[in-house]
């Protein structure tokens, strides 16, 4: 989506109108990953239930759902935008979407991401990848904040931080598709 963390909705649909094609492929892009999550979610059961780490793969299934959501409110936004339609009368929509049922949607981004990091815990625990692996999280507040005294754009820290989530989750994936590296 352009314009990571702007909530003004009359910017939205300003940045959207100027992007339409690239939020609509995002989104499928958005949703596709969210399908290839989920098909993981059971071989993540199987390997993580003995050791008790079923926390991790829960909390990863309701961060799929909320990937999958919020997918669904950026085609929404490309649909506001097409051509005919009265972006005026879209306003109080996408202003109440992104305010009060934007709070839907909070609790199942908050579970992917302790997700994340509770798997990246996990793994680093059954050996499966070494301690660097959660270290990526920590950076993730670091690289706000100095991004933000640095006078970096909030779009370039969200994608910074988005890569770094990403890195870790490929890291585990590709430990765990190497039979020889899991214990």
Not at 87 to 113: G, H, K, N, T
Not at 153 to 181: H, K, M, Q, Y
């Given at each position: 989506?352009p314009g990571?963390?702007?909530?003004d909705?009359a910017?939205i649909l300003?940045l959207?109108?100027?992007q339409?094609?690239q939020?609509?492929a995002?989104?499928?892009?958005?949703?596709a990953?969210?399908?290839?999550?989920?098909?993981?979610?059971?071989?993540?059961?199987?390997?993580?239930?003995?050791?008790?780490e079923?926390?991790?793969v829960a909390?990863l299934?309701?961060?799929?759902?909320g990937d999958?959501?919020?997918?669904?409110?950026?085609q929404?936004a490309y649909?506001?935008?097409?051509?005919?339609?009265?972006?005026?009368?879209?306003?109080?929509v996408?202003?109440?979407?992104q305010?009060?049922?934007?709070?839907?949607?909070?609790p199942?981004?908050?579970?992917?991401l302790l997700?994340c990091?509770s798997?990246?815990l996990?793994?680093?625990?059954l050996?499966i990848v070494t301690?660097?692996?959660?270290l990526?999280?920590?950076m993730?507040?670091?690289?706000?904040?100095?991004?933000?005294?640095?006078g970096?754009?909030?779009?370039?820290i969200?994608?910074?931080?988005l890569?770094?989530?990403g890195?870790?989750?490929a890291?585990i994936?590709?430990a765990l598709?190497n039979?020889r590296?899991?214990?």
């Amino acid at each position: 989506m352009p314009g990571v963390g702007v909530t003004d909705a009359a910017e939205i649909l300003r940045l959207v109108s100027a992007q339409r094609e690239q939020v609509l492929a995002s989104s499928i892009l958005q949703l596709a990953s969210a399908a290839l999550f989920a098909l993981t979610i059971p071989g993540l059961v199987v390997r993580l239930h003995a050791f008790k780490e079923r926390w991790a793969v829960a909390l990863l299934a309701m961060g799929a759902c909320g990937d999958a959501a919020d997918a669904i409110y950026h085609q929404l936004a490309y649909e506001m935008t097409r051509p005919g339609v009265d972006q005026a009368a879209m306003l109080p929509v996408m202003q109440r979407m992104q305010s009060v049922d934007l709070l839907y949607l909070l609790p199942l981004i908050l579970a992917f991401l302790l997700g994340c990091v509770s798997l990246a815990l996990a793994s680093m625990r059954l050996g499966i990848v070494t301690k660097w692996n959660p270290l990526l999280y920590l950076m993730i507040p670091l690289i706000g904040l100095a991004g933000r005294f640095s006078g970096v754009t909030s779009r370039v820290i969200g994608l910074t931080c988005l890569g770094l989530l990403g890195l870790s989750l490929a890291w585990i994936g590709a430990a765990l598709s190497n039979p020889r590296e899991v214990p």
